[in-house]
Every structure is written in structure tokens, then in C-alpha cells.
């Protein structure tokens, strides 16, 4: 992949991790059970406990945590891997010759 693909993908990664973590935070800070029998207020309400909700949403926020911990790693792998083939190889010096 040439430079400004990994560019355009590192980035890329960087905008899915922020994505991934704001849906993780949006899924454990925005729970509401919702009142009533058809409960059209509840959010990231699945089941009638209170605790099985928590553990359900506690278990996608963590999966989502860990998507957006790979696309960070995968992003900066990318923007890393293009700067680091900006650098020229290293020469070693040649050793002066002995004079007699």
C-alpha cells in the first residue's frame, strides 16, 4: 500500500475507534428502562430486569471497547509503517585506510 493509502486508512482507523467509543459509552451512560407495557421510552432496554440489562449492555460496550482498541492499533500500525519508510536505510561508514 502506498503512502497515502496507509494515510487515508490510518486516519480511517482513528475515526472507527472514536465511532466504536462513543457507541460504547452511549450504550452504558444511556440506559433508561422505559415505563409502561410497551415502553417506547426505553433505550438499550432488552429484558424486564434491570440487571440483565446491565450485563447485556456492559458486554457490547466491552466488545465495542475492544474494536476501537484495534482500529487504534491498526491506524497507528498504518501512519506508523508510512513515516517510518520516509528514512533512508543507514549506511555504515567505511573505515579510513592505513597509511604507511
Known sequence: MEGTGRFF???TCYAGAAASTYMALDRVL???K?????????????????AYNYIINGTHASALMLGAVMFA???????LSRRLDAFEPATTPTPPTPTT
Open 34 to 50: 422505559g415505563n409502561g407495557i410497551l415502553a417506547l421510552d426505553a433505550r438499550h432496554a432488552y429484558v424486564g430486569g434491570d
Open 30 to 32: 444511556n440506559y433508561t
Open 9 to 11: 486508512a490510518g486516519w
Open 73 to 79: 492499533i491498526l491506524g497507528s500500525y498504518a501512519l
